[in-house]
């Protein structure tokens, strides 16, 4: 079975700090995806990235950064010099192969103070 | 694009009451699907579609039926509504033959059962 777990239940930052969301996930299957979805107080899910298993690159935009490691089945999510608009939840991800029937982690709450 | 739209936004039920959370998409995609949210435990499938007239069920379906009748439309009926349903409702789709294999969510139901 499929399983996402964000250890992290909240953290709280001041604005320009960077932080790091971890997520580690379980899975079976040799293809498979995994994705990173910001829910703000305002309550929507906010599609952030997605990933598949074989292509462990690391990514940026801009103060998003995204460090995939197969080999720690981690995928975790780097916000660098963190701004009160960041304060959110947020979710890390998993799918089978199609993409689809997504299993959530638990979320992590960000709280972001000035 | 609307995108995913879901209605109502709020609603509380009794307990014993029936009632049908809509969702409808205007991307042509194929991909459907109804989560629900609770404190603590993220999102968790309740049932999908991958196409009109084939539904399936996720991690949680007891008391929740679904039909897929059209390619937009996927609703959510609650037979009888029970405190334990009392949760965020999110919509959401994905088309797989094109590629893209990301779900985008809707804004979300807010039910609250009594």
């Known amino acids: 079975a499929q399983k996402v777990t964000q250890a992290q239940t909240e953290i709280s930052v001041v604005e320009k700090e960077d932080v790091t969301l971890d997520c580690v996930y379980e899975t079976r299957d040799t293809t498979y995806y995994l994705f990173w979805y910001k829910q703000p107080p305002s309550g929507e899910l906010v599609f952030l990235i997605r990933r598949n298993s074989f292509d462990e690159q690391n990514e940026i935009s801009g103060r998003y950064s995204w460090n995939f490691q197969k080999s720690t089945s981690s995928f975790n999510f780097t916000i660098t010099a963190s701004q009160v608009v960041d304060s959110a939840v947020y979710f890390c991800a998993l799918s089978e192969s199609s993409g689809n029937k997504l299993v959530f982690g638990a979320g992590t709450i960000l709280r972001v103070k000035s | 694009n609307a995108g995913v739209t879901q209605t109502p936004k709020f609603q509380v039920l009794k307990t014993g009451q029936s009632m049908t959370l809509q969702c409808a998409q205007d991307?042509?995609?194929?991909?459907m699907s109804w989560y629900r949210q609770d404190p603590g435990m993220g999102l968790r499938l309740i049932h999908y579609s991958v196409g009109a007239g084939i539904t399936d069920q996720g991690e949680v379906p007891n008391g929740y039926n679904v039909s897929r009748s059209t390619t937009e439309d996927f609703p959510l009926r609650l037979l009888s509504a029970a405190p334990s349903q009392t949760s965020v409702y999110f919509c959401?789709?994905?088309?797989?033959?094109?590629?893209?294999?990301?779900?985008?969510f809707g804004p979300g139901t807010r039910l609250t059962v009594l």
């Open positions: 991307m042509n995609h194929e991909y």
């Open positions: 959401a789709s994905s088309s797989y033959t094109r590629g893209t294999n990301t779900q985008y």
